[in-house]
């Protein structure tokens, strides 16, 4: 791991909340946490594994399963981000993550459990933003069940046309798709008039690739080996049986690439502005263009149906399970 990441660079929230492990413990967890902040944008595959070091040693904080849920989450891993996500559901009461949520679900080929989500009365208490997010989810599972006067509907609301700037801009690409499908192409297009092709491509995520990225490889230390975290159970506490790539289900696409913002959004809580510079993330859920601090879009998923298999609501269990910690070189 690189010797600038340290456990000061955490936000002091997030700090207080590693207090409950032993010193040595959240220090290590701490750094694994600001890793997932710095390469979720550039190497989410990099930054779930430093997730799930970190849940490994601290599995019952709910921080620690938020960065896992939307490190799974952001590489498609839409099952295991539900029960993660559940998860901090539990521990901290907050429905923060109800966009994430339900594009998991659309993510999964059930947009009508997306559409479920955004009508538990939780969904009310979201921020604006959220809200938004939410609502540009729930169009597109509105066109994944074939409704398009429903998905435009579901973008007509005052909270949503009250977007500004980025947000803005997505919210119109959501509703072109919409109109699109609905047979209203000149609608369409004046959706999308007001707003430049730069800052179109900008909301889709379609931004130049950093050419400076540097992918750090995680490895076991071998001094670390036998050292319990905090007396827990080496056994670990996520699950086994998390999708491969060839596992995970096709309906991301390109629309999850765009939406590498959105999925990033709570791990910023977790690390200060200082510790994920350029590749931080933003104070929101997700979203399909998601280069915003929001929540998700439904570009987020692709209109391709997934097998409707039940994702196992069973959490990953809640232990410290202390493995070894995986350091990144």
Known sequence: MPDDVTFSLLDRDVRGRL???????????????????RLLDEDAEAAYEHAQAAVRRAGRVDVVREAAGLAAYRTGRYAEALRELRTVRRLNGSSEHLPIMADAERGLG????????SQEPEAATLDPEGQIELAIVVSGARLDLGQPEAAVAALSGPVVKA?????????????????????????????????????LDEAAGNTPEHEDVVVYDLTEDEDEDAEPADGADLTGDVD????????????????????????????EDAVSDSAVSDSAVSDSAVSDSAVSDSAVSDSAVSDSAV???????????DSDGAASDEDAR
Do not use: F, W
């Open 19 to 37: 207090r409950t492990l032993s010193k040595d413990n959240a220090e290590r967890v701490g750094r694994h946490l600001v890793m997932v902040g």
């Open 307 to 317: 097998s409707d298999s039940a994702v196992s609501d069973a959490a990953a269990s």
């Open 163 to 199: 977007a500004r700037g980025l947000v803005a801009a997505r919210v119109a690409q959501a509703r072109a798709a919409a109109l699109e499908a609905a047979g209203r192409p000149d609608e369409a297009t004046a959706e999308l008039a007001a707003y430049s092709q730069d800052v």
């Open 240 to 267: 086994s049986d998390h999708e491969t790539p060839d596992e995970r289900p096709d309906a991301a696409g390109a629309g999850l690439v765009a939406a590498h913002a959105a999925a990033v959004s709570d791990v």
């Open 110 to 117: 059930r947009p009508e459990r997306a559409i479920a989500l």
